[in-house]
């Protein structure tokens, strides 16, 4: 229940609803005082969210930022890496299909080449409300033919979720690994929800944050004026965050 609940508060608070709602509203209503009110309201939501500085600033500050590779100062045993790269809904099924957060498993597979890691552990399920392929399966293939050793990768399939992850993972190596040993990778604008969940499983690993979707700071026309529809995109995936933050909150998973 509340992986479909958090699931539908994610969707209900993406900004793009929010903006079209309320344009179906400024319709629909009959008082002209609130039809107003309303399609205001969505022309200003519209304008706040399709600006690419404020939304650029607004990720910068809730990403985690980049390690470069030359600060890492000693070798982990295991990297563990979180799902969430490849699409379900293409074919022919006869291949992976991967989607904007590929950062995750290039960087990692980086890692791994230049020596800062010596195992891979892939953790997730199918992390959706329909059936699909569990997502680790299709890395744990994929890293094959990246040229990692079968026997220098860990799978864990089961999770669903960040939490399920952190409670997943530490019963599959604790005893094995002490967190220090392992480096927790998954993208930028996840990792503080992704640390908090490892931290309140008892299992607080160092992180390397991939993926970004904020850039340098510009004062340029083309940031400040006009209106980009990644901008939307940007938003979205921090609504998504947040809710997500504050489910997890209330339920006691970090």
């Keep these: ?63 985690l930022p980049p390690t470069p590779f030359a600060e890492l100062k000693k070798s982990y045993q295991v990297g563990i890496l979180l799902t969430g790269v490849t699409k379900s809904n293409f074919t022919p099924n ?9 950062d995750r498993v290039t960087h990692t597979l980086q890692l791994y080449k230049l020596g800062h890691i010596k195992k891979i552990l892939i953790s997730g399920g199918s992390g959706t409300l329909r059936a699909r392929s569990k997502e ?24 669903d979720n960040t939490h399920q992850s952190a409670v997943a993972v530490k019963k599959l190596i604790g005893n094995i690994y002490q967190p ?10 996840h990792m ?12 607080e690993t ?17 940031n400040l004026l006009v209106p980009k529809i990644e901008s939307l995109s940007k938003w979205q995936v921090l609504t998504k965050e947040w809710v997500g933050w504050l489910a997890y909150k209330l339920a006691g998973y970090i």
């Excluded at 009959?30 to 519209?46: E, G, M, N, P, T």
């Excluded at 006869?94 to 590929?102: A, V």
């Excluded at 220090?180 to 604008?189: A, F, M, R």
């Design 136 to 159: 680790a399966d299709e890395l744990f293939l994929v890293l094959q033919m990246m040229g990692v050793p079968k026997e220098d990768l860990i799978i864990e399939n089961q999770s």
């Design 1 to 63: 229940m509340f992986f479909i609940l958090s699931k539908t508060i994610g969707v209900l608070a993406n900004p793009l609803v929010i903006i079209i709602s309320l344009f179906i509203l400024s319709i629909a209503i009959r008082h002209q005082v609130w039809k107003r009110r309303l399609f205001i309201a969505a022309i200003a939501s519209l304008i706040f969210c399709s600006n690419d500085f404020i939304s650029n600033e607004v990720m910068r500050l809730w990403e």
């Design 206 to 222: 160092d992180t390397f944050s991939v993926d970004f979707l904020s850039n340098k700071r510009r004062f340029m026309p083309d």
């Design 94 to 102: 006869d291949r992976i299909y991967f989607q904007r957060s590929s």
């Design 180 to 189: 220090q040993e392992c480096l927790l990778i998954t993208s930028g604008y």
């Design 192 to 203: 503080r929800r992704s640390r908090a969940c490892f931290k309140k499983a008892g299992y």
